[in-house]
């Protein structure tokens, strides 16, 4: 199994980090997907790629929770750095929050129009964080159609028209732990989408699937999430896994 959407890098793990990633790996859970935050935990992020070669994955982008009228454009200058310098296996994690803070939406429609300008040219699939600005994101996704516009609606908590919305615009949902929760309501509709268009994440230390749920998420949890697909599609686990790490190797471009 991918983990495709995992912030192992966080001060959540820096007690038992090792030992995490190795609890996940004795599960099967082979590759970690990093998804980059703002500079100051690039370096962090990095060097734990380094740490675990061929496992560990960084991507690169500005979260849209830290794009700040003060400090947006330098942090972005400091991405495209990044993604001059070396590959990347996407641009990530980019998108709208109109949750924690609606004052900032200019900036932030123009961070992530920056930052898929960047992805269309480069080539590479970009991982989408939207919370509370579905319509917002798809504004900004319909102005800027392209062939090479691809990528992960990740933490999908949308609903089935918005998820069909979505897939029209060549996107695929990463599905976490919201899915096993009882007011998730994903469950309720999530059968209706193909299953090559999901790939599975934990989006760790957030959002533990049930009986974790309140509690640190980490990336062994992974099961629990393709467990509940199991009940969902109703096909065997081993069926989940392989088309799921089918999906997310397709999207990473991974050989």
């Excluded at 697909?229 to 096909?235: A, N, R, S």
Aim: charged letters at 30%; proline letters at 4%; one cysteine or more.
């Amino acid at each position: 199994m991918i983990d495709t959407h995992t912030h192992l890098y966080a001060e959540e793990f820096d007690e038992d980090r090792k030992e995490a990633i190795q609890r996940a790996l004795s599960k099967g859970i082979t590759e970690f997907y990093l998804p980059a935050i703002d500079a100051e935990s690039h370096e962090k992020m990095l060097q734990l790629e380094t740490e675990y070669p061929g496992q560990v994955f960084s991507m690169m982008g500005l979260h849209p929770c830290y794009v700040k009228p003060e400090s947006w454009e330098k942090e972005l200058d400091i991405v495209k750095n990044y993604l001059d310098q070396r590959a990347f296996p996407a641009i990530g994690e980019i998108g709208i929050d109109l949750y924690w803070d609606k004052t900032t939406l200019d900036i932030q429609v123009k961070a992530f129009e920056q930052q898929i300008d960047w992805a269309i040219e480069k080539d590479l699939p970009i991982v989408i964080h939207t919370r509370e600005s579905f319509d917002e994101t798809f504004e900004v996704l319909e102005r800027k159609k392209h062939p090479k516009l691809r990528g992960i609606f990740h933490c999908f908590s949308g609903n089935l028209e918005q998820a069909k919305h979505a897939i029209d615009l060549n996107f695929i949902l990463g599905i976490g732990g919201v899915v096993t929760f009882k007011n998730g309501k994903i469950d309720q509709f999530l059968n209706e989408i193909p299953l090559d268009k999901i790939v599975l994440e934990t989006d760790s230390p957030y959002l533990a699937p049930v009986p974790h749920r309140g509690k640190r998420n980490e990336s062994s949890y992974l099961d629990l999430v393709a467990g509940k697909l199991v009940d969902i599609y109703q096909k065997d686990f081993a069926e989940i896994d392989r088309i799921t790490t089918e999906n997310a190797k397709k999207m990473f471009n991974i050989q």
